[in-house]
């Protein structure tokens, strides 16, 4: 059986779709090409109109999915051309959707999570096998569906004499905490905003769809004031097992907070969310693992070099690295970890942690569309 998945990733960040071809066998996870592709603008918008309410939800949504999917294949095709890989040789897809509202335990006690997909139209585009719906079924068993990742992170970065920690920090922030020693060996939940309140500040005042290197918010400073307001929100003090997403960290919450501050500066409103983000994030790590001498960090945040500089001072003897250093790219990470899942998936190996999501037990995710 092949042991070559595509795993493809569009994240809260909505910057667009990471792709790679990862090859699993003899027991090794190895990346053989990664290609990304921009969300055109248009659907980049639609994405963002639609993680709030709005007229003919339904309609947009599947139109949206469709949209999103014909880039998933753009991705996909242009991994297999590059690597000449025929798509019968790739034993699965794993295409997480883009997540649009995320309510778990919420309303009826169960709640739910939904990502935009059409992953049986991926599959007719691509002539693959499509694993999709991974956080459903967590959902389902009472957990947060949410985050993911953390048992990738410990088959990938885990170390079994070391206790570390790996920090994803995209739209929203994640942390995962690998202690050997612990009974709980894998600790993992969201943070708190990432790159999302940004991301979104900086397009507004500069045109910008990013802070590049964080230039811009290292140009301005922090107020007190604002940072302090910001972090009173109650997510932040809830304990684990939590995770959130745009239906909290968005434009309008930041508005809210913003209404007493109107005479700041819009890069000292972009310095203070990068603070935002570095404080929420060490303190996320001081709590949990606060004897944590290494924290791997991954997604675009990493590529911002004053939000890495801010990490850094927060968290004195931690040393802060990107992912690169540990062989795996930041912008590579998730897609990497959704091929990973969906080998769990075709394998009918469990890939959910009842101590990350707060589950009932370990869950097989995700449903195959079979091409």
């Known amino acids: 059986m092949s042991e070559l998945y595509i795993g493809l990733m569009s994240g809260t960040s909505l910057d667009g779709v990471d792709g790679v071809l990862a ?8 990346v053989v090409h990664h290609s990304n592709a921009p969300f055109p603008p248009d659907l980049r918008a639609e994405l963002l109109a639609l ?25 996909v095709q242009a ?3 590059h690597t000449l890989t025929p798509a019968h040789a790739v034993r699965a897809i794993g295409a997480h959707g883009q997540t649009v509202r995320h309510r778990p335990q919420e309303f009826d006690g169960t709640g739910y999570t939904l990502q935009l997909n059409q992953p049986a139209l991926l599959a ?17 068993a009472g957990g947060q569906g949410a985050p993911l990742v953390p048992p990738f992170h410990q088959a990938f970065f885990g170390r079994p004499d070391a206790t570390q920690a790996v920090l994803n920090i995209g739209g929203i922030s ?10 709980t060996p894998v600790l993992g939940f969201d943070c708190g905003p990432g790159n999302a309140l940004m991301d979104g500040w900086c397009h507004t005042h500069t045109g910008q769809a990013f802070d590049d290197a964080g230039h811009w918010a290292a140009s301005g400073k922090v107020d007190p004031g604002l940072l302090a307001t910001l972090l009173s929100e109650p997510f932040f003090a809830k304990p684990p097992p939590k995770s959130t997403g745009r239906d909290l960290f968005n434009a309008d919450w930041l508005a809210h907070h913003l ?25 996320a790590l001081h709590t949990t693992a606060p004897a944590c001498r290494t924290l ?31 062989g795996l790219p930041p912008l590579q990470v998730e897609a990497t970890a ?16 009842p101590k990350v999501t707060g589950a009932q037990g370990a869950r097989i995710l995700g449903a195959i569309y079979p091409a």
């Open 338 to 353: 959704f091929a990973w899942l969906a080998r769990q998936t075709c394998l009918r190996q469990t890939a959910s942690l």
């Open 259 to 283: 209404r007493v501050f109107e005479n700041l500066r819009a890069q000292d409103v972009q310095a203070t969310l990068t603070e935002l983000t570095a404080q929420s994030c060490a303190q």
């Open 174 to 183: 994640n942390i995962t905490v690998l202690d050997p020693a612990s009974d």
């Open 51 to 75: 993680n709030r309410d709005g007229p003919n939800e339904l309609h947009r949504s599947a139109l949206a999915g469709n949209a999103l999917v014909r880039s998933y294949s753009g991705v």
């Open 23 to 30: 090859d699993f066998a003899n027991g090794q996870m190895r």
């Open 296 to 326: 791997v960090v991954c997604g675009g945040g990493a590529l911002n070099t004053h939000l890495m500089q801010r990490l850094t001072h927060h968290l004195p003897g931690c040393q802060v690295l990107s992912s690169q250093a540990r």
């Open 79 to 81: 991994l297999l051309a």
């Open 124 to 140: 007719e585009l691509c002539g693959i096998d499509v694993v999709a719906d991974f956080r459903s079924r967590d959902v389902a």
